[in-house]
């Protein structure tokens, strides 16, 4: 491409005034200074003008890979302050390449003057950018991902699989607290007086003198005596505290009556047993005792003061002056429903 090209015209020599130098005052100094670069040709003040790309050229080559590098930054950004940034990207890349003529050679041949570089075109083509930069650009639709399909096999097979971990989980639990209920109970037997009897469970049955003989508890001082849970282990802590007083255990001549057994005795001692059905005997929750407790002595004195204590209590009307026949050693259990 033809380049136009200015001669510059060579700066002229000062003239000499004098062979000696002149002091001057240092106002004088810089104003000289001042007018001297006022007066300096316009040649040599001018800034170099970056020269046109010649196309195909290495420095038209870094012009396109700039550009396409600006766009791919600011492509994929739609934020204002992006499109400032690639426009100044941009425009520095320019000034970098900018490829300043040196000094050389006039046109006629003379040396040492000085060429003016070629005159770019305007850098307003340059900042020219696409659509895409400027702050009111639509930014690109969004790339929806396909969703992968999971078969229904595959589905089926997930489904089963978590629930056959629920009902694992499940099972474990209740494994757990099945241990927990047995650890429990092994425990309240160890601390029971009667070695397993536990004294929570009271369900023996709803039909007095017919109860489950498997859910009641025989006393260990007198095995063929049987009693409800709670009334036994009381009856058997009542009994450590006797034996601590009076060297033996209480005597058991009586304890939970059938229904049967009711009968027989009502027949035989019609003034002196209860009607068959409404006995305490045949809830298993009273016992008769001897040992010198049915004669009224000490004996009956210490259970008449340390008995209630633990829910034994010998019924009013079973008392002198009451409104039964007077029996000391009938006791009932109280201490539970």
């Known amino acids: 491409m033809p380049t136009h090209r200015t001669p510059l015209t060579p700066v002229p020599a000062a003239p000499h005034e004098s062979a000696a130098p002149q002091r001057r005052h240092p106002a004088a100094r810089a104003h000289g200074r001042h007018r001297d670069a006022a007066e300096a040709p316009v040649a040599r003040r001018a800034a170099p003008v970056a020269a046109p790309a010649v196309p195909g050229s290495r420095r038209d080559r870094r012009l396109q890979q700039s550009r396409t590098a600006a ?40 040396a040492g003057r000085a060429t003016a570089a070629p005159v770019a075109p305007p850098l307003e083509q340059f900042r020219a950018l696409p659509s895409e930069l400027t702050d009111d650009a639509t930014p690109p639709p969004a790339v929806a991902r396909p969703v992968q399909e999971v078969p229904a096999d595959d589905r089926a097979e997930r489904l089963a699989r978590t629930e056959q971990l629920a009902a694992a989980r499940a099972e474990r639990r209740q494994r757990e ?57 009381a009856l058997a802590r009542l009994n450590v505290a006797y034996r601590a007083e009076f060297g033996s255990s209480l005597s058991i001549t009586d304890g939970y009556r059938t229904y049967e057994s009711q009968v027989r005795l009502r027949s035989t001692k019609p003034g002196l047993a209860a009607r068959p059905g409404t006995s305490e005997h045949g809830w298993a929750k009273a016992v008769d005792l001897g040992g010198g407790v049915e004669s009224g002595g000490p004996q009956h004195a210490w259970m008449r003061e340390h008995a209630p204590a633990l829910g034994w209590e010998n019924p009013d009307w079973a008392r002198k002056g009451g409104s039964g026949p007077y029996e000391p050693w009938h006791w009932e259990y109280v201490g539970g429903s």
């Open 71 to 110: 766009e791919r930054t600011t492509g994929s950004r739609s934020h204002p302050a992006a499109h400032r940034l690639a426009q100044a990207t941009l425009v520095t890349v320019l000034g970098v390449a900018t490829v300043v003529v040196p000094l050389g050679r006039g046109e006629d041949g003379a």
């Open 177 to 233: 607290e099945r241990r927990r209920q047995r650890d429990r109970a092994a425990r309240a037997a160890a601390r029971a007086p009667i070695p397993g009897c536990d004294p929570a469970h009271v369900e023996a049955g709803d039909d007095n003198g017919r109860l489950h003989t498997d859910s009641l508890c025989r006393l260990p001082w007198a095995e063929d005596e049987m009693l409800r849970a709670d009334a036994a282990s």
